[in-house]
């Protein structure tokens, strides 16, 4: 038999409340996605005035960390390093967008946020997401 651990609303909900709160301090109107380990979403939120398509690349965020188990800045870097391009997965939704974490639970990834619309602290807002829900941001995956 399987077990395993995954976020679930609770979570999900703190994370996007860090989001917000993280966002407004930075003075930017972003969207938020969080995932569970299998990279299904869990919830998702826009703030208002945020474009439908900053909704769309948090989602491909969370999905790509939970689902290639690493942060989406770490996944790029490996398709660098091989010189390889998203086209070779076959998956539309994969994306190397800054802002995609893993949630780590002891040593277990248990899922995933993304956070878009605010260029450069995409990162720092995903990971207050990590922060509010409870969980410290493990670094470099792989």
Known sequence: MLTFQSLGLIEAEKGIAGGIAGAQARHRIMAFAVADHRGEM????????????????SVRKAFTAAVMCRHTLSFRRDLEE?????DQWGDKRLTTLPGGLVVMSGGTIVGSVGAGGGGPDDEAVARAMVAAMGFEVVEDQR
Do not use: S
């Open 42 to 57: 869990i919830a998702t939120a826009r703030m208002d005035g945020a474009h439908p398509r900053i909704l769309t690349h």
């Open 82 to 86: 091989r010189r390889g391009d998203l």
